[in-house]
């Protein structure tokens, strides 16, 4: 069978179908590297993903894998404490069933003029580490990579496919409810953050600050329909200016590098099979900015309907 896609979310899904005992060829556009996946801060967070409820089953199964694999220094997963600020009387933590640890964060433990904030201990993924593992896991499972873009169905070979390739997913399968929700972040040298930061609600844009040891990535912008991915240097300075504003230890800090990523954007996640000229077909795109956050469970439903 054939999943076309090679983020985190066609990764994952080749290798649980690999590990359901599958003969899996994974085609992909773009080495790991350089994929939208590849830009994520990568904290455990349903970012912009919907529906609700499937969202929190799904989030609930990653998050049992990725604290698991948070044991094996190797993946670049490590469970971190971290602020999420609220600026409202009532906030809307629908995310947090099921995260462990709840509880209102301490004066202390708020950044400057941050009114309120809830404390949990989350998975954050380190790409950079994250992906090779997953993709040398996925090889060692007997996953077989196909370079190249897919422009139709017709092009892939295989009984049944998996359509998980982000943004590219829609065209292949007759869909245009698909838009790119633009990222755009920097990565600072990192001058021993013990926690992560994310700020939501903050009147500036959405902000947060994540530590990975050998950088902090800041962030970020949400510009839904806009498609460059050549960072801008006067959204870079106001993301910067907001995260610093925040968490004053970033001030001088060197820019280690900067990116711009396109999210994968839908009213809702899609994962439903289907029929293609008479062959099975498995949709699982539109994950937002949760690709990493749902990836597990949204490739255990995967298996599920291939099976």
Not at 189 to 214: E, H
Not at 274 to 296: E, I
């Amino acid at each position: 069978m054939a999943v076309v896609g090679g983020g985190v979310v066609g990764l994952t899904c080749a290798l649980e179908l690999a590990r359901a005992g599958h003969r899996v060829r994974v085609h992909t556009a773009d080495p790991p590297e350089a994929t939208t996946s590849a830009v994520a801060a990568a904290l455990w967070f349903p970012y912009r993903a919907a529906p609700a409820h499937a969202v929190l089953r799904w989030g609930a199964t990653s998050l049992e894998v990725l604290t698991r694999l948070a044991a094996d220094p190797a993946t670049g997963v490590a469970l971190q404490p971290g602020t999420f600020v609220h600026r409202t009387p009532e906030p809307d933590l629908w995310w947090t069933p099921g995260v462990a640890g709840i509880r209102p964060a301490s004066a202390e433990e708020l950044p400057p003029g941050a009114p309120a904030g809830t404390r949990c201990t989350l998975p954050v993924v380190d790409m950079g580490r994250y992906l090779p593992w997953l993709a040398d896991t996925c090889a060692s499972a007997g996953v077989e990579t196909v370079p190249g873009r897919v422009g139709g169905l017709d092009e892939v070979a295989g009984n049944v496919v998996v359509v998980a390739a982000g943004l590219a997913s829609g065209a292949l399968v007759d869909d245009d409810s698909g838009v790119p929700v633009q990222g755009q972040v920097v990565r600072l040298a990192d001058p021993g953050l013990t926690g992560w930061l994310l700020d939501d609600d903050n009147p500036g844009g959405l902000t947060y600050v994540v530590p990975r040891g050998g950088d902090v990535v800041c962030g970020g912008t949400a510009v839904e329909g806009a498609t460059g991915t050549e960072p801008d240097p006067e959204v870079e300075a106001a993301l910067l200016a907001r995260a610093c504003a925040l968490v004053p230890e970033l001030r001088g800090q060197p820019v280690l590098s900067r990116a711009v990523g396109l999210r994968p954007g839908r009213p809702t996640v899609r994962l439903e099979r289907l029929d293609v000229a008479g062959r099975p077909v498995v949709a699982c795109y539109g994950h937002g900015g949760a690709g990493v956050t749902l990836s597990w469970g949204c490739a255990a439903d995967v298996a599920g309907l291939v099976r």
